[in-house]
């Protein structure tokens, strides 16, 4: 995959939808997909997501037309979206205790 036609946009309403994002995005050309990122926890949106379009050109169109733009009563921030970095796992649960028992 092409990374410059995956574009991210932030500050998204957190009523805003994948149908609301590929709507608006769709006026700059064919979109492949429109996702609004949903926290796993809550299941709300995180207001952020991602859209891919069809071509470099339709992206470099869609950032051009819509970064600073309003949507659902929000300005909207439209980049190419950088590639995902693998961050180190940290684990989990140690607890604090010094890994002793105090008994």
Do not use: H
Not at 14 to 30: M, P, Q, S, W
Not at 67 to 94: C, H, M, Q, Y
């Amino acid at each position: 995959m092409d990374n410059n036609k995956k574009l991210f946009v932030g500050g998204l309403n957190y009523a805003t939808t994948d149908d609301n994002l590929r709507e608006l995005f769709a006026g700059a050309g064919t979109v492949e997909s429109a996702t609004v990122i949903i926290d796993r926890m809550s299941g709300r949106s995180k207001g952020f997501g991602f859209v891919e379009m069809a071509t470099e050109e339709e992206a470099q169109k869609a950032i051009d037309e819509l970064n600073g733009k309003e949507l659902d009563g929000r300005t909207i921030s439209v980049n190419v979206a950088r590639p995902k970095v693998d961050r180190p796992s940290f684990g989990g649960g140690g607890g604090g205790r010094g890994g002793y028992d105090r008994r």
